[in-house]
């Protein structure tokens, strides 16, 4: 059984990123497009490329955005671990990081 989990484990691991990168709420993609197109967040990209160089060692599993909040949420492994850093989509601030 042990080796099943791993199995589905490593594969997860293996997905790029993109796989990832779809919101859980069907229309948090249509707003984090609105919410750039207004000028009220700054893009992932810009986020990522801030915040993935403070993670060495670490996958990047990828992001979520919370529209209510305006928060990135970036997704990361190591060794078996989780941990998420929130990002203020206005400024780019990380606001925290929880595993």
Known sequence: MRWIIAFTALG???LPATAFSAPNRPDAQGE????????????LREIERTVLP????MQYLG????????VYRLKFIR???VM???VDARTGQVLGESR
């Open 54 to 57: 403070t993670k060495p060692g």
């Open 12 to 14: 997860f691991a293996a």
């Open 84 to 86: 998420f850093v929130d």
């Open 79 to 81: 060794e078996g671990h």
């Open 63 to 70: 992001p979520e955005y919370d529209p209510a909040a305006m």
């Open 32 to 43: 984090v497009r609105r919410d750039l197109r207004a000028g009220n967040v700054r893009s």
